[in-house]
């Protein structure tokens, strides 16, 4: 079976962007293949946290990633600081990628504007995020738009250890991302992504209150100023693709005829949005309550996918120190 891994930050709730983008892409590949998915809390710690918060969060997000249908029995679900094998290779990738590869990153340039002073971490994340995928030997990735240049850069580091070390037939396989229609889900202000460190979310285990709270000032064509006015739905830029990608279809032309011809108001499109988000977010929310009431099986599900990791990391690493001669005392 071919091999995927893909990653999630504890760095908050997990949201509607990451189910979208991500982890409903991972539910359904499962099935097919060979499946790793990690939650990585040595990226989480790139930015400010505290030891308590972190703990929760990694918690709250096996339960999130569990309740949304990663089935421990055909993936392999585990905490990135489980398998010290992750930061080992990432330093080893540390010391065979060149500087300007990681100072031309948009997240990093992103992510080190809202910081006053900007630790190595937040510049070497892409290197470590090439050494979770890499250890695994995976060839796909199953990822948002956000994290195709970060990708770009895996294949990078594949190619240069490659090149250095196993010249021959390459050992390292060059990662491709695997992405979804939804593969960019705007916040509810309509500019940004969504994301957790911006605060522009729907949590995926908001109750119905709170998720309408969120859509109804949520915005949309502003050229729809009043109900009569006709819309295009292109232009909406978080409630039309929220629309298609949890309203059935029919609910979906409906929702563009109506938008075209003023037939809707834009807080009908949203109710109609909100009803069909709860159909699938409700059975979610409650399969999460469910878990979070049996921590000590969450907590034994994810050292049981240490586990099952670890297996896979040790021979990846027993290859890379005997072709880097690191193995001397063995
Ligand atoms: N808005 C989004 N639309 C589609 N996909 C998204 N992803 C994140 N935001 C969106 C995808 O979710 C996966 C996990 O992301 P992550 O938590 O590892 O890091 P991120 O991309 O940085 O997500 P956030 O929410 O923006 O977190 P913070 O604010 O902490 O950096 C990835 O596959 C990502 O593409």
């Not at 709270?213 to 830029?237: H, I, M, N, W, Y």
Request: with cysteine.
């Amino acid at each position: 079976m071919p091999r995927i891994f893909s990653g999630i930050q504890p760095s908050g709730e997990l949201h509607v962007g990451n189910y979208l983008g991500a982890v409903k892409n991972w539910v359904a590949l499962q099935h097919g293949h060979e499946s790793f998915f990690c939650i990585v809390n040595y990226h989480a710690i790139t930015i400010a946290f505290t030891p308590d918060e972190l703990r929760r969060r990694t918690r709250d997000m096996a339960v999130s990633l569990l309740a949304s249908g990663l089935d421990p029995a055909k993936a392999v679900v585990f905490v990135q600081s489980d398998v010290p094998e992750h930061t080992e290779l990432g330093w080893i990738f540390n010391t065979i990628t060149p500087l300007g590869e990681l100072e031309r990153q948009v997240q990093f340039k992103e992510k080190s504007a809202r910081q006053e002073q900007v630790m190595a971490g937040i510049l070497n994340y892409p290197v470590l995020q090439a050494a979770d995928i890499l250890l695994y030997l995976a060839d796909t990735v199953p990822v948002g738009e956000d994290q195709v240049q970060h990708l770009e850069l895996s294949r990078v580091v594949a190619r240069n250890w490659n090149a250095r070390f196993s010249p021959d037939a390459p050992y390292f396989p060059e990662p491709q991302p695997k992405l979804t229609p939804t593969r960019r889900i705007a916040g509810l202000d309509g500019q940004a992504k969504m994301s957790k460190s911006i605060g522009n979310t729907i949590g995926l285990l908001e109750t119905p209150e709170q998720v309408w709270d969120k859509l109804r000032p949520a915005v949309t064509d502003p050229a729809r100023q009043r109900k009569t006015d006709a819309g295009e739905p292109e232009k909406c830029p978080v409630i039309y693709p929220l629309h298609k990608a949890f309203s059935p279809v029919p609910v979906v032309t409906e929702v563009e005829a109506k938008c075209r011809g003023a037939g809707w108001g834009c807080m009908d499109c949203k109710k109609v949005l909100h009803t069909h988000m709860m159909e699938e977010l409700t059975p979610i929310r409650t399969r999460a309550a469910e878990l979070h009431a049996r921590p000590k099986d969450v907590d034994e599900l994810l050292h049981d996918g240490a586990r099952r990791a670890r297996l896979v990391a040790r021979e990846t690493m027993d290859t890379v120190r005997a072709r880097m001669g690191l193995d001397a005392s063995q």
